[in-house]
Structure formats: structure tokens, C-alpha cells
């Protein structure tokens, strides 16, 4: 029996659909499909573990290392409990895009992460904050933020995520990326306006 056949059948013995699944360990359906299938050849361990996780199983038993299916070595902690939150649109990391206002699914976050809504990253400009193109945001909705801290930051109706600095004696805004290759936003004057914090991002997942 191969990995993708157990991560398979303990899923329908769980009585879960591929997207289900992939919520749970923050992958898209897609993804688990190519489990499945064995179209991945080599599946990182932190996603074996998950999967292992998510499924009641040790890693050793999805890799065909073990025949003990169900019983969970010392030191594994079960997933948080998680609520379905709102994935609305797409954001930009790098240079904005419209950002789209349609809700297009929900996501599995952790209860605790006090998030509203998530927002799905385009490009590469916050990759030293460890986000990723196609990494999906939780943004905490709040029309202000502490300088430093990384926002949805909406200009004039198009989205971008960025680290927010604001300086008072200057009126100064500074948007800047988590990438030395991109330049930051500046904005003063009567162009502040157009520029609309829509909430603190407090949390992501790599969306593999």
C-alpha cells in the first residue's frame, strides 16, 4: 500500500472530501488530490506530519514504515481547533493590484488567532517576513495600526500588504516591503485619502 492509498483510505474512514483535508493541514484540494495519486514523489515531512495528525495516524504508518495505525508517539499535539473564515479576493505583495471584492471560499484558522477575514498574496515583496506568493493572510479587521506592524493596506480601491510606519510631525505614511527590491510607498499630503488601512495581518499559511 502505497502513501497516497493509506492517506486516501483513512480519509474516507474519517469521513472526509479531499478539500476537508486540505483545510485541515492548509493545503488546497488540489494538493491532496496529488497525494492521493502519488503525483507528489517527495512529500516534506512537516506535511507527512500533519497529514498524520489531521488523520489519527503516526508518520511512520502514512510512509509504510509501520503497521500501528491509529496510535499517536509521545510529543504530538493535537490540531487546534479552527473556525471557517472568509477568503475575500486576492492581495498584492509587490505592486498593488485590484484586489477582488467577491467572497471566494472559506478557510480553516486557528480559533484563537482573532482573525476576521484572509486574504490570499500575489508576488514576492513580503518574503522576508516569511510570506509567500499564494500564502493566505489572517487580517484582523481594525482601521489602525502600531508602526511596524503588517496591514491590508487599501489605495485608492487596490490592496496591498505591507509593513505601515507613520510619522506625526511629518503627516508622512511609509509602506514598506519585506523584500530590499522593492522600493517604499510614500504618501503625505492630500493623497492620504486615498490610502485606507483594512486590518492587521495576525497570522498565515503556507498555501503549498
Given amino acids: 500500500m502505497t502513501m497516497g492509498e493509506r492517506i486516501k483510505a ?42 498524520a495528525l489531521a488523520l489519527g495516524v503516526k508518520p511512520t504508518y502514512l510512509m509504510g514504515l509501520s503497521d500501528e495505525e491509529t496510535t499517536i508517539p509521545p510529543g504530538y499535539e493535537p490540531l487546534p481547533k479552527t473556525v471557517k473564515r472568509p477568503l475575500v479576493g486576492s492581495i498584492a505583495c509587490g505592486q498593488p493590484i485590484t484586489a477582488e471584492e467577491n467572497v471566494e471560499g472559506y478557510i480553516e484558522v486557528p480559533e484563537d488567532a482573532k482573525c476576521d477575514f484572509c486574504l490570499r498574496c500575489k508576488g514576492d515583496s513580503m518574503i522576508d517576513a516569511g510570506i509567500h506568493d499564494g500564502d493566505v493572510v489572517y487580517i484582523h479587521i481594525q482601521p489602525a495600526v502600531e508602526n511596524g506592524q503588517i496591514a491590508a493596506v487599501r489605495i485608492d480601491g487596490e490592496a496591498t500588504l505591507k509593513r505601515v510606519f507613520w510619522n506625526e510631525e511629518t503627516k508622512t505614511l511609509q509602506l514598506l516591503a519585506e523584500n530590499r527590491n522593492y522600493a517604499p510607498l510614500v504618501y503625505t499630503g492630500p493623497v492620504l485619502e486615498t490610502v485606507h488601512i483594512e486590518g492587521r495581518a495576525v497570522g498565515f499559511t503556507h498555501w503549498f
Fill in 10 to 51: 483513512l480519509r474516507i474512514q474519517h469521513g472526509l472530501t479531499q478539500e476537508e483535508l486540505g483545510q485541515k493541514v492548509g493545503v488546497q484540494k488540489s494538493a491532496i488530490y496529488k497525494y492521493e495519486t502519488g503525483l507528489v514523489v517527495n512529500l516534506k515531512r512537516s506535511m507527512i506530519e500533519k497529514l
